[in-house]
Nanobody, 119 residues
């Protein structure tokens, strides 16, 4: 069974940093494209960052480019999101996504971890 478990969220001051982790199981992580999404209250889920299976290619939403870094450790079945220079607008529940997994090409999601950026 596919499982994605996010951790690392919490309360941080503007300008601060957090590192989120997502531990994956139940599929071949090293073959999977992974993403981070986020969702603020009352808003649609927003794509944040993408990383290919090897970690060689990354993409970012314009809103986080230059501040966030997605990375992965395939030996640990873990994808990370390093978030620096955090802003109040970064406040959201952050979700790990495994893209197009298995025979049916389903996306899988973690339950999310809350990041709150506030003085």
């Amino acid at each position: 069974q596919v499982q994605l478990v996010e951790s690392g969220g919490g309360l941080v001051q503007p300008g601060g940093s957090l590192r989120l982790s997502c531990v994956a199981s139940g599929f071949t992580f090293s073959s999977a494209r992974m993403n981070w999404f986020r969702q603020a209250p009352g808003k649609e889920r927003e794509w944040v960052a993408d990383i290919n299976s090897t970690g060689a290619r990354t993409l970012y939403a314009e809103s986080v480019k230059g501040r966030f870094t997605i990375s992965r450790d395939n030996a640990k079945n873990t994808v990370y999101l390093q978030m620096n220079s955090l802003k109040p607008d970064d406040t959201a529940v952050y979700y790990c996504n495994a893209e197009r997994i298995g025979e049916y090409g389903r996306d899988y999601w973690g339950k999310g971890t809350l990041v709150t950026v506030s003085p």
